[in-house]
Nanobody
Framework: QVQLVESGGGLVQAGGSLRLSCAAS????????MGWYRQAPDKQRELVATITRGGRTDYADSVKGRFTISRDNAKNTVYLQMNSLKPEDTAVYYC???????????????WGQGTLVTVSS
């Protein structure tokens, strides 16, 4: 079964950078909308950034100017470049995608397993 597989999380000092990746585990027809979400300890999951198939992006106010979401449709992959990281960015980051499988073309809303980003002060 198709899954979204994340990578790139880890420990970084404040002011540093990380790049998260999320890719489909098998061949698919395509992905429409994709996004990144995060959940900090004792907090609700929140939207970080979204990107449409055509490349239109939207960001949470807390990350504007620091994070960049992008996608490679040929690789069925979405990225989150995180610069100028702050301790308050510490969270488990999840990717999400609306996926169309190969024939018989099922439409699925999938979530990655989550990757931990820890920013030290």
């Amino acid at each position: 079964q198709v899954q979204l597989v994340e990578s790139g999380g880890g420990l970084v000092q404040a002011g540093g950078s990380l790049r998260l990746s999320c890719a489909a585990s098998r061949s698919i027809a395509g992905i429409y909308g994709m996004g990144w979400y995060r959940q900090a300890p004792d907090k609700q999951r929140e939207l970080v950034a979204t990107i449409t198939r055509g490349g239109r992006t939207d960001y949470a106010d807390s990350v504007k100017g620091r994070f960049t979401i992008s996608r490679d449709n040929a690789k069925n992959t979405v990225y989150l470049q995180m610069n100028s990281l702050k301790p308050e960015d510490t969270a488990v980051y999840y990717c999400n995608g609306q996926i169309t499988t190969l024939a018989p073309y099922r439409n699925l809303d999938l979530w990655g397993q989550g990757t931990l980003v820890t920013v030290s002060s």
